[in-house]
Structures are given as C-alpha cells and as structure tokens.
C-alpha cells in the first residue's frame, strides 16, 4: 500500500491540507490524535468511517515528508 492512496489533497477541502480519502479528516488530525496518546483502537472506535490502512497511510505520509525536509546541521 502506498499512502498515495488513501491521501488526498484538494484546495477547497481543509485549506488544501492533505486529508484521508477525501473526508474532513486530516492526516494532521490522525497524527495529533496518536500524538495525545490516543492509541488506534481509540481512534477507530471514535471515527468508524476510518480504517486502519488509513492510520498507517498517514504514518507513512509523515515518514515520507520528515524523510523529504533538509538535514539539520549539527552544531
């Protein structure tokens, strides 16, 4: 599976922020739920419409794009 996807960008959706198959949810949604502690099931449960293939895609959304930044430079 490639986050590709299940991702989706559209400009009058969210601000245009990448969003979970064309829902209301963000992967910056999904990330800050996992952030807080929520664990999948937690997520799952609260957000039916999700799946947890969509979980991982923004996972693997947010490797890619850490993956993608600059290399800091170490002092």
Do not use: N
């Given at each position: 599976?490639?986050?590709?996807?299940?991702?989706?960008?559209?400009?009058?959706?969210?601000?245009?922020?990448?969003?979970?198959?064309?829902?209301?949810?963000?992967?910056?949604?999904?990330?800050?739920?996992?952030?807080?502690?929520?664990?999948?099931?937690?997520?799952?449960?609260?957000?039916?419409?999700?799946?947890?293939?969509d979980i991982r895609?923004?996972?693997?959304?947010?490797?890619?794009?850490?993956?993608?930044l600059l290399p800091?430079?170490?002092?």
């Amino acid at each position: 599976m490639s986050y590709s996807d299940r991702i989706t960008i559209e400009p009058d959706k969210r601000g245009g922020k990448p969003c979970i198959r064309s829902m209301r949810i963000s992967v910056y949604d999904v990330l800050g739920w996992l952030a807080s502690g929520m664990s999948e099931e937690q997520i799952l449960d609260d957000y039916p419409e999700l799946e947890r293939e969509d979980i991982r895609a923004c996972l693997e959304f947010a490797a890619d794009r850490e993956h993608r930044l600059l290399p800091i430079r170490a002092a």
